[in-house]
């Protein structure tokens, strides 16, 4: 596991970040003036009760969601002062998502799919790196294969090799392993962590598993839209009794 310091500077870092939605009865405050940074080359978990907040903290820091107020800083830019199309250019060569839903094509195999953000980039889709991305995750023996013929772990993984691809500064991942069982989970588990200590690439995760969590460098307890607690060189048993404070 990485060594977690404060010397580690932000890959990404929010200040004063508030998001509300529209309801019938009004603005919903989801996200209530937070400030908190990704710490580059490492892993971070973002934890707390349903309603907390932490897929709107996800979205909003990886330019998926524009806060009403703060700033989302991604080294030197600041996601929520560009438009649109500067969004897109961001999300297309610096951040990689892996979700829960996977979000593979089903027309296309596992190498189309993971060649993809390099189309999208486009520039010339060399296939000894896609081929290497798939070898990464434990498939090259698949590449050929439509998603619907993997199971879903293998798909998982497929997304996974899809993100790495493209060399992202920052890759967000949303309950990577809540649609998993436990072992085809802890393995997805170990390719995150893997790409932080050998890729050096810096990883936030959104999980309710202290178990997951535990895989992280440190964890973020978030409770009513606000940061209520960080835990670093978090254990399960340790997470798991945070989660109980926040959650009374």
């Known amino acids: 596991m990485s060594l977690l310091t404060d010397v580690h500077l932000p890959a990404v870092n929010l200040a004063s970040v508030s998001k509300s939605y529209s309801s019938a009865a009004g603005p919903v405050p989801v996200l209530r003036d937070v400030s908190v940074g990704f710490p580059a080359r490492a ?92 070898r990464q995750v434990g498939l090259e023996g698949k590449a050929d294969r439509r998603s619907a013929q993997l199971s879903g772990g293998q798909q998982q993984r497929v997304a996974i090799a899809r993100t790495l691809v493209a060399e992202p500064e920052m890759v967000f991942a949303d309950e990577p392993t809540g649609s998993l069982d436990r072992r085809t989970g802890r393995q997805i588990l170990e390719l995150l962590r893997d790409t932080v200590d050998r890729a050096g690439r810096t990883v936030a995760m959104v999980t ?19 940061v209520q607690g960080k835990l670093d060189h978090p254990t399960t048993d340790a997470v798991a009794h945070q989660l109980s404070l926040w959650e009374r």
């Open 43 to 134: 892993l971070t978990a973002v934890m707390g009760p349903s309603g907390s907040g932490k897929t709107t903290l996800l979205n909003c820091a990886a330019g998926l969601d524009k806060p009403d107020s703060g700033k989302v800083l991604l080294g030197d830019t600041d996601l929520a002062a560009c438009d649109e199309r500067q969004l897109t250019k961001v999300r297309r060569n610096r951040i990689g998502f892996v979700f829960q839903q996977f979000n593979l094509l089903p027309m296309l195999t596992a190498y189309e799919n993971v060649a993809l953000p390099l189309r999208l980039q486009g520039g010339r889709v060399k296939r000894a790196r896609v081929m290497e991305a798939l």
């Open 208 to 226: 309710h598993d202290p178990a997951a969590a535990a895989c992280a460098d440190r964890v973020i307890f978030l409770s009513d839209g606000k």
